[in-house]
T-cell receptor, first 113, second 113 residues
């Protein structure tokens, strides 16, 4: 089954404690991205990757890092989480190109206290 | 820059009644338009998309959307809603040259018996 898998689904952590949210896709997609979803703001792109070892900032990259060492994996790293990073995070993948469908993971709800 | 506006934050509709969700976009070229649905605790699922051609697009779950270039709109409709249609709906435009999708803030649909 074609899917994007995120882990963990839920996470509560303390300010400053480094964490990683994993994302893996089994569709051999070149393009992957991370979004955060906040009430009233919709989804905003954090980082994206066009292919292995190619990453770039989205609209709200501050406080986040990513890496793309393998095509299937695109982890999101919060080096020093802060309460304003409490949000619902989605990973997505797609074939690059105008108008292609993005496939989304089920989301990771992160709470930073 | 591309952007999407969903004017309605929350809509309540009776089961069996019709539903229309509004979406207005801003895009510099021919838009690629999408509607996604997010059911509680789930990721985003594509309902339908428009690239070109017939301006009335059919999607899954009985949804359709109409592209109106003159109004910069892409409204989503369903003739008769079911309780399972209670969800949050997102309109999106793009991708742009960096393959980013821009999402609206979302419309939450509540279905009453």
């Amino acid at each position: 089954e074609a899917q994007v898998t995120q882990n963990p689904r839920y996470l509560i952590t303390v300010t400053g404690k480094k964490l990683t949210v994993t994302c893996s896709q089994n569709m051999n997609h070149e393009y992957m991205s991370w979004y955060r979803q906040d009430p009233g703001l919709g989804l905003r792109q954090i980082y994206y990757s066009m292919n292995v070892e190619v990453t770039d900032k989205g609209d709200v990259p501050e406080g986040y890092k990513v890496s793309r060492k393998e095509k299937r994996n695109f982890p999101l790293i919060l080096e020093s989480p802060s309460p304003n990073q409490t949000s619902l995070y989605f990973c997505a993948s797609s074939v690059p190109g105008q108008g292609t469908e993005a496939f989304f993971g089920q989301g990771t709800r992160l709470t930073v206290v | 820059a591309q952007s999407v506006t969903q004017p309605d934050i929350h809509i309540t509709v009776s089961e069996g009644a019709s539903l229309e969700l509004r979406c207005n976009y801003s895009y510099g070229a021919t838009p690629y338009l999408f509607w996604y649905v997010q059911s509680p605790g789930q990721g985003l699922q594509l309902l339908l998309k428009y690239f070109s051609g017939d301006t009335l697009v059919q999607g899954i779950k009985g949804f359709e959307a109409e592209f109106k270039r003159s109004q910069s709109s892409f409204n989503l409709r369903k003739p008769s809603v079911h309780w399972s249609d209670a969800a949050e709906y997102f309109c999106a435009v793009g991708p742009s040259n960096d393959y980013k999708l821009s999402f609206g803030a979302g419309t939450t649909v509540t279905v009453r018996a």
